[in-house]
């Protein structure tokens, strides 16, 4: 299988390229990566919307295939090299947490996260503070949860290292704002941070991000 994926440095694109580095390491897998320029407005060119209608990273091509949406891309690649063991694969209680995870990460966490970095390019400049504000509470509750979800395990889905823990984890540095919303007074939450940013793949996808930054936009500083 050939890869491609599409991606803007830190950004929603960073979970699935950390899920190729891991299995890269783990299993040789190979990947392409494809800048995509947001300050060039890249993300909304015909040729991008032409594998992407959505208009936004990730997008990964898969032998010819575009593939998008964070949590269907980090399922759709750990099914593909289950020898990996970041997902897992028996029905029952475990697929079943793991998919419990991923489903909420996917409807509460990243919506609220999108709302937070975009709510004026999204809906206008004189709601996007009331966006925000819900958003810091969404954002707030559902790291409340994670904390408590990660009480007394090393990760998301217990014992294991798994998808979860790359899709919740490759958020938290987006911003230093949504870093801050994340660790503050979460104790659980700081040292699973530490024990998954220990991973060498971690340091290694930073490294290939040429641009990798942690983001302070001006409105996080009147809301944070
Ligand atoms: N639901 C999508 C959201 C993707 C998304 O919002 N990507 C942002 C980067 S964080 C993007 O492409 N932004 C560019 C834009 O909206 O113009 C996912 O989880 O993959």
């Known amino acids: 299988m050939s890869y491609t994926l599409y991606y803007h440095p830190n950004t929603a694109s960073l979970s699935a390229h950390w899920l190729l580095v891991e299995l890269e390491r783990a299993l040789g897998v190979t990947y392409q990566l494809k800048f995509v320029d947001f300050d ?9 919307l032409a594998v992407n209608p959505k208009g936004r990273v990730p997008t990964l091509v898969a032998s010819d295939v575009p593939y998008t949406e964070q949590a269907a891309i980090l399922l759709t690649l750990s099914e593909l090299h289950t020898e990996a063991g970041l997902v897992p694969m028996t029905p029952g209680a475990e697929r079943a947490a793991l998919l419990e995870t991923i489903i909420f990460l996917a409807n509460t966490l990243l919506p609220a996260l999108r709302d937070w970095v975009y709510a004026d390019k999204d809906g206008s400049e004189e709601g996007a503070k009331a966006v925000r504000q819900l958003a810091r509470t969404r954002i707030n509750q559902a790291w409340a949860l994670l904390d408590q979800q ?26 230093k704002g949504v870093e801050k919303m994340a660790l503050d007074g979460r104790l659980n939450v700081q040292a699973w941070v530490k024990r998954i940013r220990e991973r060498s793949t971690w340091a290694e996808v930073k490294r290939r991000e040429d641009g990798w930054v942690v983001r302070e936009p001006p409105f996080e500083k009147d809301l944070v």
């Open 40 to 48: 060039a407005g890249e993300q909304r060119s015909a040729s991008y």
């Open 150 to 175: 990660l009480e007394g395990h090393d990760y998301l889905q217990g014992d294991t290292f798994s998808i979860a823990d790359i899709l919740a984890g490759s958020t938290v540095s987006w911003t």
